[in-house]
């Protein structure tokens, strides 16, 4: 375990990927799982982690299991099926881990594309999925194409507003490109809430404006829009306006439960989320979508970048970049985040 780097005044080490999962592991089967389960959420956190989405990996695993402590989440739940109307289901996630839920509707909605050509799957009463990104790579590396949305609590005001009424509520879109996928995965804030704690950590600023402090001045201060919680929407009045259609859809094809609803729990939970597959093969046009989507990228990466030294990369290509340096040099994990884990 080395120390690479420092930001600001805290530390960071590489740790090699095994480690961290072999932690996770230690973890998640002394607070109640089985041993099939714990492996499968150390897996999902230990490749949030590889891909440099820290937020949802290492740096999110302690809450993870405070939530488990304060019975938030069900070990032992199992999702069920509520309702079917042919490729359109309805499934309870009876509060258990929010990425084992996640990861049975995403397989789910597969299952029904392979049938009906699309599949989709509303989950209600279920705990945060992590990184929804996990589910658009795992689904367009199988050659499907995939859209997904979850709600949240409330923590960002609809434009115009200073309360936060609505979500931030990520969407995630993914398709096949190679061996690997384009995927992107976005919330509707301009940054996520991860994303600002990360950089308050790290005494950092953020790139662009983020939120606005107390006085309604936008800020690159993450401490601020933090103490404010006035989170930008992306795209202003559109991202406002997309996270309120994503908390309605969300809620009315689940069944589930609305932002306002979450917002008056403690603790973030029973959210509700709407997997959607599209299998590509039994489209007409099948045998040439490989070669159009490669012919999209070359094109794309014509573009002229306003400066030399940075790239113009599609939506997931940074993330196979970060993978590699990742495990060949080992997970960046702050000092203070790592000895909360190895204390859990």
């Known amino acids: 375990m080395d120390t690479t780097e420092f930001f600001g005044n805290q530390k960071v080490f590489r740790i090699p990927a095994s480690q961290v999962e072999a932690e996770f592991l230690r973890v998640l089967l002394k607070n109640g799982f089985t041993e099939t389960k714990a492996k499968i959420i150390a897996q999902v956190y230990t490749e949030n982690s590889i891909d440099g989405v820290y937020t949802h990996g290492v740096n999110r695993f302690s809450k993870f299991i405070l939530y488990i402590k304060e019975k938030v989440i069900d070990v032992n739940a199992e999702p069920e099926l509520k309702h079917s109307a042919g490729a359109l289901e309805q499934w ?18 597969m299952e029904l594309a392979a049938e009906f050509g699309i599949g989709c799957v509303a989950l209600a009463n279920t705990s945060h999925w992590m990184r929804g990104g996990t589910y658009g790579w795992r689904v367009a590396k199988k050659g499907f194409a995939f859209i997904s949305w979850t709600n949240t609590l409330g923590l960002m005001p609809a434009w115009g507003a200073t309360n936060p009424k609505i979500g931030n509520n990520p969407i995630v879109f993914g398709a096949p490109y190679n061996d690997e996928a384009i995927v992107l995965d976005m919330a509707m804030s301009q940054f996520a809430y991860g994303k600002l704690e990360a950089a308050q950590i790290r005494n950092q600023q953020m790139p662009t404006f983020g939120g606005y402090n107390k006085d309604g001045i936008l800020t690159t201060d993450p401490s601020e829009i933090l103490d404010s919680q006035r989170l930008l929407p992306t795209g202003y009045w559109k991202g406002a306006g997309l996270a309120l259609l994503i908390d309605v859809l969300a809620t009315v094809l689940s069944g589930g439960t609305p932002t306002h609803e979450i917002s008056k729990q403690t603790y973030e939970h029973a959210l509700s989320q709407v997997f959607i597959a599209m299998d590509l093969s039994k489209l007409g046009n099948a045998s040439s979508i490989s070669k159009t989507i490669n012919q999209i990228i070359d094109d794309y990466h014509t573009s002229i970048p306003e400066d030399d030294s940075k790239e113009i990369l599609y939506p997931g290509e940074r993330v196979l970049k970060t993978r590699k340096d990742n495990l060949l040099n080992g997970i960046p994990v702050d000092e203070v985040v790592w000895k909360e884990i190895i204390g859990l």
């Not at 929010?98 to 049975?104: D, E, M």
């Open 92 to 109: 309870n996630g009876n509060l258990g881990a929010g990425i084992l839920n996640a990861l049975k509707a995403t397989d789910r909605a």
